[in-house]
C-alpha cells in the first residue's frame, strides 16, 4: 500500500502521531488531576491543621500549632481513640477466628443450599448502616446491656466478618490439599494441620482481611451511634458529635494524626505480606 | 482434608450462631416495631398497619425519597463518569507494575480514613472563602462566592470524592482482563482509536461500570454522615429520616423508614445483578 500511494499514507500517520500524542497528554492529564482530586481533602485538612485562625479562609493567614495544643487538652479524644482501638482490635480478633473456620467450612464442603448459606453470610454488607444501627439499639436496650464497648464491640463483629468470610474463602479456593494429606499422612492431628499447614499458606490473606476489618470497624458512624452514650463515644462518633457543633481546625489537627495512624498502619501491614498480595490486587 | 457432616457443623458453628443472635434477632425486632403504632409520645403495643398507612399517605415521605433517589443517581453517575477515565488512563498510560500500584493505592488511600475526615476536608475547600471559591474568583469564572455548603451542591460532591475509589475499582480490575489481542485485531481491521474504543473497550468493560455503580449507589443510598455535615439540614434523605425518628423515639415509623431504604437497596442491587448477568463476560 505504501508503494502506491506514499505521501497519502505518510499524511495518515502524521495525522495519527498527533492524535495519539493528544491522546496521550490528556490521559496523562486526566489521571492527575484524579489523584489530585482523590487527595485534595486529605491534604487540605493537613494545611489546616497548621492554621492560626478558627475560620476556614484560603490561604489561611498565618501558621500555628495551637490547635494540635488545644486537641491534646480534650480528654474525650483520648479516651474515644483508645475506645475504638480496643473494639475495632477484639472485633477483627473474633471475627478473623469465626471467620477463617467459616470459610474453611464453605469451601472445603458440598452441601444443598451453600450458595443462598454463603449469600446470608454476605448480606451485612448490604444492609444500610443506619437500620443494623437502630435494630442493635433496640435489641442490646432490651437485654438491659448498655454502655461500656461490648455492645458496640458485637455489633462491629457482624458488620466485619462477611469480609473476613469472603477474603479468606478466595484465598482457601486455591490451596493444594495434597500438602495437608501429606502432613496426615505424616501423623498430624488435623489442628497442627490447620496450625501448621493452611494458615500460613494464607497468611496474606488474613493481614489484608485484618487489615480491612479493622479500617471498617474504625471508620463506623451509623451502625453505632445509638449504642454510645458519650461516655463511650468511638472517635469517629466523637469527631462527628464535636463536628456538629464546631468547625474549627481542632478536627482538622486530630484528622492529620488520623491521616498518619492509617499511613503507618498500611505500612506495617505491607511490611509483613512484604507488599505482594496488595501489589497483586493493585498493579497486577 | 476434606470435610464431612459433624466438622462442616463444627466450624461454621460460630460465625452462625453469631449471625443468628447478633444479625437476624436485632433486624427482627427492628422489624417487628413497624407493626406498631407511635402516639402521644410513646409506642402503643397492639399490633397494627397503622405506621405504614401513615407513612405512605404522607407527602413528606416521598419527598424524602425522592431526594434520596435523585442524590444517590447523581452521585453514582458522576463517580462511573469521573472514574471511567481515571481508570482507563491508568490502565493504559502507566505500565511499570510498582508506578501501577503506587498510582493506585494513592487512588484508594482515601479509603483508609474516616469518613468523617473527608467530609470535613470537604467542609473546608466548598466554604465560601474556601479554597474551591478562591480559585474560580481567581480564574475569574465567578464573581461573588457561590454557596456549596449546607445544600445538595455539597453533598453531592462530598459524596462523588467519597464513593470515586468504589466506582474506579471495578473498572480497573475489568481493564485488567481485557483481552488485548480484540483491540489489536480492531486496529488491524483498520478501526480507529474512536472506533476501537466505542465497539470493543467500552462493552467489554461494560460489567465493570455496572458493578462500581451497584456499589456507589447502593452506598450513597445509605450515606448519612455527608448528608447530615455538609446538607445543613436541607437534604433530608432516607438514613436521616431514621435517625430523626429513633432520636425522637419514634421506633415505629423509623422502622418503616429503614424498611423502605432497605427495599430500594435491594431492588437497586437485583436489578444491577441482573443486567450484569446479561451483559458479555471477559
Not at chain 1, 444500610?128 to 454502655?147: C, E, S
Not at chain 2, 405504614?52 to 434520596?68: E, N
Amino acid at each position: 500500500m505504501s508503494e502506491l500511494a506514499p505521501t497519502g499514507d505518510r499524511a495518515i500517520e502524521a495525522r495519527e502521531a498527533r492524535a495519539e500524542r493528544l491522546r496521550d497528554a490528556t490521559l496523562r492529564a486526566v489521571l492527575g488531576l484524579g489523584v489530585a482530586f482523590i487527595l485534595l481533602p486529605l491534604v487540605i485538612v493537613i494545611v489546616y491543621s497548621f492554621s492560626s485562625v478558627a475560620y476556614g479562609v484560603f490561604p489561611p493567614p498565618g501558621l500555628s500549632l495551637r490547635w494540635y495544643s488545644h486537641l491534646f487538652g480534650l480528654a474525650p479524644f483520648r479516651g474515644a481513640f483508645a475506645r475504638s482501638v480496643v473494639i475495632a482490635t477484639a472485633a477483627t480478633g473474633v471475627a478473623l477466628v469465626a471467620g477463617f473456620l467459616c470459610a474453611l467450612a464453605l469451601v472445603r464442603s458440598r452441601f444443598p443450599g451453600k450458595e443462598a448459606l454463603r449469600g446470608f453470610l454476605l448480606s451485612p454488607i448490604v444492609i444500610p448502616k443506619i437500620v443494623l444501627g437502630v435494630g442493635w439499639f433496640i435489641f442490646f436496650a432490651r437485654l438491659g446491656l448498655q454502655g461500656g464497648v461490648v455492645p458496640i464491640t458485637l455489633a462491629h463483629i457482624i458488620v466485619v466478618l462477611p469480609f473476613v468470610v469472603n477474603i479468606l474463602a478466595a484465598n482457601l479456593v486455591g490451596l493444594d490439599e495434597s500438602i495437608e494429606e501429606a502432613a496426615q499422612d505424616l501423623g498430624a492431628s488435623p489442628l497442627r494441620v490447620l496450625w501448621h499447614v493452611v494458615l500460613p499458606q494464607i497468611r496474606s490473606g488474613l493481614v489484608v482481611s485484618g487489615l480491612l476489618s479493622f479500617i471498617v470497624s474504625f471508620d463506623q458512624v451509623e451502625s453505632s451511634i445509638f449504642l454510645t452514650r458519650g461516655e463511650n463515644n468511638t472517635l469517629p462518633i466523637e469527631m462527628f458529635l464535636y463536628m456538629e457543633k464546631w468547625q474549627d481546625p481542632t478536627i482538622a489537627a486530630l484528622s492529620a494524626l488520623l491521616i498518619l495512624f492509617a499511613a503507618a498502619v498500611l505500612m506495617a501491614a505491607l511490611l509483613v505480606s512484604r507488599g505482594t498480595d496488595l501489589r497483586r490486587m493493585l498493579g497486577r | 482434608m476434606k470435610l464431612r457432616g459433624a466438622a462442616i457443623v463444627g466450624l461454621m458453628a460460630p460465625a452462625l450462631a453469631l449471625m443468628a443472635v447478633l444479625y437476624v434477632v436485632p433486624l427482627g425486632v427492628y422489624f417487628v416495631n413497624s407493626f406498631h403504632e407511635f402516639r402521644d409520645g410513646r409506642i402503643l403495643p397492639a399490633w397494627t398497619l397503622q405506621t405504614y398507612v401513615k407513612y405512605f399517605t404522607d407527602p413528606f415521605s416521598y419527598r424524602v425519597i425522592g431526594t434520596s433517589l435523585r442524590l444517590s443517581l447523581m452521585v453514582t453517575a458522576l463517580a462511573v463518569l469521573i472514574g471511567y477515565p481515571v481508570a482507563y488512563a491508568l490502565h493504559t498510560r502507566v505500565h511499570r507494575p510498582a508506578a501501577r500500584a503506587a498510582i493506585a493505592l494513592l487512588l484508594f488511600s482515601p479509603l483508609l480514613v474516616s469518613v468523617v475526615v473527608r467530609t470535613y476536608g470537604w467542609l473546608i475547600l466548598l466554604a465560601s472563602g474556601g479554597l474551591v471559591n478562591t480559585t474560580l474568583r481567581g480564574l475569574g469564572l465567578i464573581q461573588e462566592p457561590i454557596s456549596l455548603l449546607f445544600n445538595m451542591r455539597g453533598v453531592v460532591i462530598s459524596l462523588t470524592h467519597i464513593l470515586l475509589p468504589f466506582a474506579i475499582f471495578p473498572i480497573y480490575s475489568v481493564m485488567g482482563r481485557l483481552d488485548l489481542s480484540l483491540k489489536e485485531a480492531a486496529r488491524d481491521l483498520g478501526a480507529g482509536w474512536r472506533e476501537t474504543f466505542l465497539h470493543v473497550t467500552l462493552p467489554l468493560t461494560m460489567p465493570g461500570i455496572v458493578a462500581g455503580a451497584l456499589i456507589c449507589f447502593t452506598l450513597a443510598l445509605s450515606a448519612f454522615v455527608t448528608p447530615q455535615l455538609l446538607g445543613g439540614g436541607r437534604v433530608q434523605v432516607l438514613p436521616l429520616a431514621v435517625y430523626n425518628s429513633t432520636v425522637e423515639i419514634n421506633w415505629p415509623g423509623g422502622a418503616v423508614a429503614g424498611l423502605t431504604l432497605l427495599v430500594i437497596s435491594i431492588a437497586a442491587v437485583w436489578a444491577l445483578n441482573g443486567l450484569l448477568r446479561r451483559l458479555p463476560t471477559v
